[in-house]
Antibody, heavy 117, light 107 residues
Framework: EVQLVESGGGLVQPGGSLKLSCAAS????????MHWVRQASGKGLEWVGR??????????TYSASVRGRFTISRDDSKNTTYLHMNSLKTDDTALYYC????????WGRGTLVTVSS | DIQMTQSPSTLSASVGDRVTITCRAS??????LAWYQQKPGKAPKLLIY???NLESGVPSRFSGSGSGTDFTLTISSLQPDDFATYYC?????????FGQGTKLEIK
């Protein structure tokens, strides 16, 4: 059974930084792309970005709204992916999910990030 | 980046109705399109992948069609459990994009 547990969310001031983690199990993590998706309260789903596997040189891509501010990384020895968020804006306030690939039937519970002064 | 335009944004319908939701891509995405259903406070649920393939366990009243730029999700006979918000997702480009969502409400 695929399990995805996001953590690291919290309250941060505009301009600040935060690092989210996603611990994965139930599948071959090292061979999988990992994605981040977010959803602001009452709003739609937004794809944030993806990191591919070692076989694809850990290539990353990002949505235009976070490009240059967010970085996705992974530690295959820990079956964990990370979302490093810098220069945070109030618009980044959202519930953040990680997933194995997209589209996918498997989602975690997400971790809530609030950017506010 | 590819833009996905989903319509309508809100749809009012009754139990037993046949409903259709559409997604249009700003350029061809071949058949790299998925549909999700989401209920308040819950994670999205995958319904359809590769435009027309029904995810395991999803009722057969859901179907998807289309290719290139125009896609539809059809629910053949609405059930009470189907009132939710629906999203399309394109995964053709290296940057993926969700549609803005369609809220299906009870008439």
């Amino acid at each position: 059974e695929v399990q995805l547990v996001e953590s690291g969310g919290g309250l941060v001031q505009p301009g600040g930084s935060l690092k989210l983690s996603c611990a994965a199990s139930g599948f071959t993590f090292s061979g999988s792309s990992m994605h981040w998706v977010r959803q602001a309260s009452g709003k739609g789903l937004e794809w944030v970005g993806r990191i591919r596997s070692k076989a694809s040189n850990y290539a990353t891509t990002y949505s235009a709204s976070v490009r240059g501010r967010f970085t996705i990384s992974r530690d295959d020895s820990k079956n964990t992916t990370y979302l490093h968020m810098n220069s945070l804006k109030t618009d980044d306030t959202a519930l953040y999910y990680c997933t194995q690939r997209q589209p996918t039937p498997d989602w975690g519970r997400g971790t809530l990030v609030t950017v506010s002064s | 980046d590819i833009q996905m335009t989903q319509s309508p944004s809100t749809l009012s319908a009754s139990v037993g109705d046949r409903v259709t939701i559409t997604c249009r891509a700003s350029q061809s995405i071949r058949n790299w399109l998925a549909w999700y259903q989401q209920k308040p406070g819950k994670a999205p649920k995958l319904l359809i992948y590769k435009a027309s393939n029904l995810e395991s366990g999803v009722p057969s009243r859901f179907s998807g069609s289309g290719s290139g730029t125009d896609f539809t999700l059809t629910i053949s006979s609405l059930q009470p459990d189907d009132f939710a918000t629906y999203y399309c997702l394109q995964h053709s480009d290296i940057v993926y994009t969700f549609g803005q969502g369609t809220k299906l409400e009870i008439k």
